[in-house]
């Protein structure tokens, strides 16, 4: 009850491209989610967040879909960059209970120029 | 403002030694979370303190790890003696509320050969 599931394992896009990364959840208790990226040798640095009263986010060229009956949400990220090349993971968290994360299992995307 | 500070970057440690890995927060955040990534797989959370206090440590894999964090400041997690299971990524990450978006720190990259 307490895993994210997060899918493709990994991602190749080309430049310009749109990239689409997808997370389910089971707990309906959770409040708040958000998608971290990550580059090697670096640690997670937040993109962006939804809490469930929200069906859409967008940041730029990032933007958060959260279908709440569904139990599902997905980052997408518009006009692809090679610099987006990264691992990235959703993430979802209680605040009742502490608001430690529970992390999808990341996917690798890869933008090719 | 300074980022959240991890001590040392890398570590490589014989099976049975001691490490001890150091998390400097983000002044003025009260909660302070370790998570650790083993052999690529998802990021899991491992304690999370407020202030001095332990608030949540049902992620600690067992009793060779032990944290601490002295005045509500810093953090220590020790791992002693050290299997070689233990090898994996520990971040450290903080937040000045429990809602909202961790933090994190680069990591220690840990090795137990």
């Known amino acids: 009850q307490q895993q994210v599931k997060q899918s493709p394992q990994s991602l190749i896009v080309q430049k310009g491209g749109i990239s689409i990364i997808n997370c389910a959840y089971e707990?309906?208790?959770?409040?708040?989610f958000p998608w971290y990226q990550q580059f090697p040798g670096k640690g997670p640095a937040l993109l962006i967040a939804?809490?469930?009263?929200?069906s859409e986010k967008k940041e730029g060229r990032f933007t958060i879909s959260f279908n709440k009956s569904a139990k599902q949400f997905s980052l997408h990220i518009m006009d692809s960059q090679p610099g987006d090349s990264a691992t990235y993971f959703c993430?979802?968290?209680?605040?009742?209970?502490?608001?430690?994360?529970?992390f999808g299992q990341g996917t690798e995307l890869s933008v090719k120029p | 403002e300074a980022g959240v500070t991890q001590f040392p970057s890398h570590s490589v440690i014989e099976k049975g030694q001691t490490v001890t890995l150091r998390c400097d927060p983000i002044?003025?955040?009260?909660?302070l979370y370790w998570y650790r990534r083993v052999m690529g797989k998802e990021i899991k959370f491992l304690l999370h303190?407020?202030?001095?206090?332990?608030?949540?440590e049902s992620g600690m894999p067992n009793n060779r790890f032990l944290a601490e964090r002295t005045g509500g400041t810093y953090s220590t997690l020790k791992v002693q003696p050290a299997e070689l299971e233990d090898s994996g990524v520990y971040f450290c990450?903080?937040?000045?509320?429990?809602?909202?978006?961790?933090?994190f720190g680069s990591g220690t990259r840990l090795t137990v050969v």
């Open positions: 002044s003025g955040h009260d909660n």
């Open positions: 993430a979802a968290s209680m605040t009742n209970q502490g608001g430690k994360l529970i």
């Open positions: 707990n309906t208790a959770f409040d708040y």
């Open positions: 939804i809490r469930p009263d929200v």
């Open positions: 990450a903080s937040s000045h509320l429990p809602g909202e978006g961790h933090t």
């Open positions: 303190f407020v202030k001095e206090s332990k608030q949540d």
